[in-house]
């Protein structure tokens, strides 16, 4: 869905439940159940799709003020929409406290902190089954620090000109892709071999420092974490654009596995309505491996379940191996393995353990990353 | 003889050196043992003469104690009981260990003549001078005022200058203390705790109390019921230890191990008797005297009984306070919202026998620690009628509340801890042969089956109340639904409107069908309201929950009406509904935003 529909199938939900209030008849309103209870996934479609649930939610006393709010927020999107304004969740927030401010009668609707004013505009998008992004609301993406010394992205910007970014040129200095995917074209000026998404930006930004571009021809992004909407957007544009091969290169352990590649890979189930244009479903997980553990003779360490955000993530992974559709699918064998390997044997393996297989040369983690992919040591 | 001399002069020397572990370990501890040993003391008395007490106690700062950051404290407490004979008074209170009441297996506060004489030592060692008593029994023509000092050394009360003294009433006893100390009124060791939790569990118990720059306060009794405490109870000999078990028959003399099984314990009839013989006991045993028997034997004898089967004690031994009496007394705790109080038959816990009593009652207007709006609620304990004060956490009574779940009867409760709000949790345990955790009397041991019969009232007296704070909740939701309609109906027709272009007309019709929506709404909460309302009056009305309705608590009368013309019916409906904090707030706000638009 685009921006310029936006305006009419939401004057079309106004009118509908106009029309029912004057007929005395609830309002209902439905939304996509965004869960893993509803999350299909076939390895074929490539990412976590909507299952037929959806969350109803009817007009009455209890959900008066949530629809009030959101179709007060409604009408202040549709209002950027219009002059094209966009603005962040937090300016959002201060906007409809300002108007609040203006108009006493308002008052009801006013929001205590972000987190109230944030829900109703999720609960928008929910309603009109759009990406935030559709209704001019953009967040600050964080990740995606691309270099390359092939790539050129032209951009289109939002009033029609047009500008052309090549990434050798940049020097050091990364291109930052913003959310807007589609109004992106990448070219390569010369044969793209592959494409690395490394976990860690620090460590992407030292493979580029050491020359890692100058010796292969690639494009080098760095995660940082948890992929943001920026950077999954960003993957599923040089997958289906540039046909290049894409190789995941992070830590071993339940979190990244769980919850930072399968989000790049198949998207998540919070976000099953946009997993379509924001995952890369042929991505590989190069590493670190298991095997690579002893193969390089990598230093390892024990999993402290004492620690909470350990814990966590240790049960978040048992979950998954139940009840998530992606690690259940036959496909993804290996990586369900790799999970069952490390909820057994509670051991983690840094990314940056590669460095010390030869402390003298600090180009050993790329030799080992190309022998990887060279080899097809990755899953 | 000389025997006998030695151990009693050690025993005062002892635990005047010992004094922390019964009781007086800190200043402010010391003040609160003092005063708590003296009208324990009194209740007592009381008690055992079938007198309705009244007790007044005054106490003062007189100057800067000796010790470092002290206070002189003066403590008075008077009784209208039955006084003391001259001759008793220096037993009394100069020597450890000469108790009425010692290890007898009776409900009384006082177990084992060792408070009041420790609190006179105290006195002594800090203050340099004993206690000062005036006494007046029956039979005296005048009260007599002397002072008693211990003599540590010879566990001997010393009696001086007597002279005439003063009492309010025909008899009684009135002591008086000069000790360092400090005075903490409120929280966990708080003087004004202690006293209002001991008129909570006496119903019967007139007290005055005058405490440092405080008016002078006045809990008059709501029960002309005298507690009977039951006569004592032999020990159930499966609750002793082998050392117990031992030191028990030394109480007995020469006496054949037949006749101290039969009379020094309960449940050992002649059929018991026949048993432990069948179990391994040898016969001949029974007859030899008990002096006789060595340790090696009683261990084998010890172990046959505990191989047996006996019938569990009786519980006529114990006794309760009562649910009425209770009730009655537990609106003497302040301003009380409204309460509910469980007395469960007596029973055995452990092969002792057990009371349970527990009252949970929200208070009005508590601003200040413990029991307030978000706090963890107050918890008051009590053993033999007698308050617990320190070292509550890993209390019997503490683990058994936080193992309730509260929020099923709409309190708030962290997760593993005690309920919030401003509620307190009065739990009150009665039995002949409590085991508490140390020697100091402050935390009663927690053994499964105890927990687990406390629990059990604990859960009866939350689901009385939970029958009020439900019918809350639907009162406030039903405010909020009200509060909505509204506030929210015209800002949504208007956004909606607006968002469409729709004409005027348009907004008329929608507005007054999403009043009808929103009308069938409130009717179904109406009456999920109103029942509610019906389920905590049949409650009330059979006595399981009390409201404290001077200033009323009670419900908007609410009405069906038609439904047209809803919006003026909800407000019509509001002059009615003041009562409650939240309904007064919420009519206020109404009110404004009426001015607002009629602007
Ligand atoms: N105010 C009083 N009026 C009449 N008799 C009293 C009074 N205070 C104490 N007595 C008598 O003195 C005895 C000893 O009191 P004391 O406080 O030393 O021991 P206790 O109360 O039996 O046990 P505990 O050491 O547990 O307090 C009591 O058993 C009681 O018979
Ligand atoms: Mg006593």
Known sequence: ?379 | MAKDKITSSSTAEYFSKNLQQVGFSSPTKAVLTTLKEAVDNSLDACEEQGILPEISVVIEKKGTGTLKNTDLIHIRVEDNGPGLSLDDVPKVFGEYLASSKFGRGRCSRGQQGIGISAATTWAQLTSAKGVTVTTKTKTMRQAVQVQVAVDIKHNKGVLKEKKEGKLKNPHGLSVEFLIDGRIQLQGEGGLITYLTGTALVNPHLTLHYTLPDQKPVTISRVSNDCPEVPSATEPHPHTMKLGEFIAHSHLFGRITLKAWLKKGFSRISDNSLAEFVKNGLNKKMLDMSVDKINEAQFKDIFSVIHKTELMSPSTKSVMTIGEESFSKSVRRLGEVDFFSVVTRKPTICDYKPVAVEVAVARLKGVTKGEGTEDGPVQVLRFANRVPLQFDKSACAMVKAIESVNWRAYGLQQPKDSLPSGPYVVAVSLVSPFIKFKNASKETIDASDELVEELRRTLIQAGQRLSRHIKKEHREQDLENKLRYIEQFCPILVDCLCRITKAPEKRKKKATEGLEKILGRDLTAAKKEFKEADLAAKEAAAKGKIQIITDDAVEAPELEEKPSKGKKREVKSQQPEAKPTKTTAKASVKRAASKEKSAT
């Open chain 1, 1 to 379: 869905m685009r921006s310029e529909t936006i305006p009419k199938i939401s004057k079309e939900l106004c009118n509908r439940m106009l029309s029912d209030l004057e007929n005395a008849r609830r309002p209902i309103l439905e939304a996509v159940k965004c869960s893993l209870d509803n999350s299909n996934y076939s390895p074929k479609v490539g990412y976590l799709t909507p299952g037929d649930k959806k969350v109803r939610t009817e007009l009455n006393v209890s959900s008066v003020q949530k629809m009030s709010r959101a179709i007060f927020l409604l009408e202040v999107l549709l209002r950027n929409i219009d002059t094209g304004a966009v603005n962040t969740k937090r300016e959002l927030y201060y906007i409809a406290k300002g108007e609040v401010k203006h108009d006493p009668h308002l008052k009801p609707l006013d929001f205590q902190d972000q987190s109230e004013s944030d829900a109703v505009i999720d609960f928008i998008c929910e309603m009109l089954e759009c990406y935030r992004e559709d209704l001019n609301c953009y967040a600050n993406d964080r990740g995606g620090q691309t270099y390359s010394n092939q790539l050129v992205v032209t951009e289109t910007l939002p009033d029609g000109t047009k500008a052309v970014v090549d990434l050798s040129s940049l020097g050091t200095s990364p291109f930052q892709p913003k959310n807007r995917p589609q109004s992106l074209q990448l070219k390569a000026k010369k044969k793209i071999d592959f494409c690395l998404v490394v976990e860690s930006e620090g460590t992407a930004n030292t493979f580029v420092a050491n020359g890692f571009c100058k010796r292969n021809n690639s494009i080098l992004i760095g995660a940082q974490g948890v992929p943001s909407n920026a950077v999954r957007g960003w993957a599923k544009l040089i997958q289906d654009q540039l046909r290049v091969p894409i190789y995941f290169f992070g830590d071993l352990d339940a979190y990244t596995i769980q919850n930072i590649y399968r989000t790049l890979k198949a998207g998540s189930a919070a976000s099953l309505i946009r997993n379509s244009d924001f995952s890369a479903p042929d991505v590989h997980f190069l590493g670190v491996l298991p095997e690579d553990i002893k193969k390089y003779d990598l230093s390892d360490y024990p999993v402290k379940e004492t620690d909470q955000s350990e814990a966590r993530a240790l049960k978040k992974a048992a979950d998954a191996l139940k009840n998530d559709p992606f690690f259940q699918d036959k496909r993804n064998k290996n990586l369900a393995k790799m999970l069952e390997w490390l909820l057994k044997n509670k051991r983690r393996c840094e990314q940056q353990a590669f460095f010390m297989v030869d402390p003298r040369d600090p180009t050993m983690p790329e030799k080992i990353i190309v022998e990887k992919i060279k080899k097809g040591n990755f899953i």
